[in-house]
């Protein structure tokens, strides 16, 4: 089954340090991968996602992951965290052959002034 | 931009009660996805529905249906509500164009709270 996960429920950072939230896949084909943001009491954000055009996949806010596939990862980072990044983060994986979204178990920012 | 719409935003019911939460697809949008999010949990897809048929069922309950309607808005409908229901139900929708690379647009949820 398809599936992610991702290492770490949560991470704090400073404010203006890199973010790094890691998220691993298992797929016996190449995926479709997402990353999604949620802040307090909102739904869910797209922030970027992997469909093979580019390993190298810039998002929304400054956010930016990269597909590995030997490493089956899609690490999502940020060189500098600002205040506004504190929020829940979820890697999701969708298979080409259906719809539906699995995600991740989340990580949680926090981001120390 | 027009986004997705749900609605009540939250709703609070009994246990054995109903409940019927709504959604409004962004416009031109042909697919709709249902997602239930618990406390402190990441979301898990229960239904979708493509053209007003259902495309894919996750973890649904038996006791919860689920339809698309001409105008492409989708209702969950919950009946025998548990203590365990309580959550965050999301809908999401998008354009069936590149069938798994296609971006779901996130409602802002409806919370549910079964007491």
């Known amino acids: 089954a398809q599936s992610v996960t991702q290492l770490g429920s949560h991470v704090s950072v400073s404010e203006g340090a890199l973010v790094l939230l890691r998220c691993n896949y298992s797929?016996?084909?190449?995926?479709?991968l997402f990353w999604y943001v949620q802040y307090p009491n909102q739904g869910l954000q797209l922030l970027l996602k992997y469909t093979s055009a580019a390993t190298l996949v810039k998002g929304i806010n400054g956010f930016e992951a990269e597909f590995k596939k030997s490493e089956t990862s899609f690490h999502l980072t940020k060189p500098s965290a600002h205040m506004s990044d504190a929020a829940e983060y979820f890697c999701?994986?969708?298979?080409?052959?259906?719809?539906?979204?699995?995600f991740g178990g989340g990580t949680r920012v926090l981001v120390k002034p | 931009a027009a986004g997705v719409i749900q609605s009540p935003r939250h709703l609070i019911k009994e246990k054995r009660e109903t409940a019927t939460l709504k959604c409004y697809p962004i416009p031109r949008h042909d697919t709709v996805y249902w997602y239930q999010q618990g406390p402190g949990q990441d979301p898990q897809f229960l239904i979708s529905?493509?053209?007003?048929?259902?495309?894919d069922k996750g973890s649904i309950p038996d006791r919860f249906s689920a339809q698309q309607f001409s105008d492409y808005h989708s209702e969950l409908n919950m009946s025998s509500l548990e203590l365990g229901d309580s959550a965050l139900y999301f809908c999401?929708?998008?354009?069936?164009?590149?069938?798994?690379?296609?971006?779901?647009?996130f409602g802002p949820g409806t919370r549910l709270t079964v007491l």
């Open positions: 797929s016996s084909v190449p995926p479709y």
């Open positions: 529905f493509y053209e007003k048929m259902q495309s």
């Open positions: 999701a994986v969708n298979r080409a052959a259906g719809n539906k979204l699995t």
């Open positions: 999401a929708s998008t354009l069936l164009q590149d069938r798994g690379a296609d971006t779901q647009y």
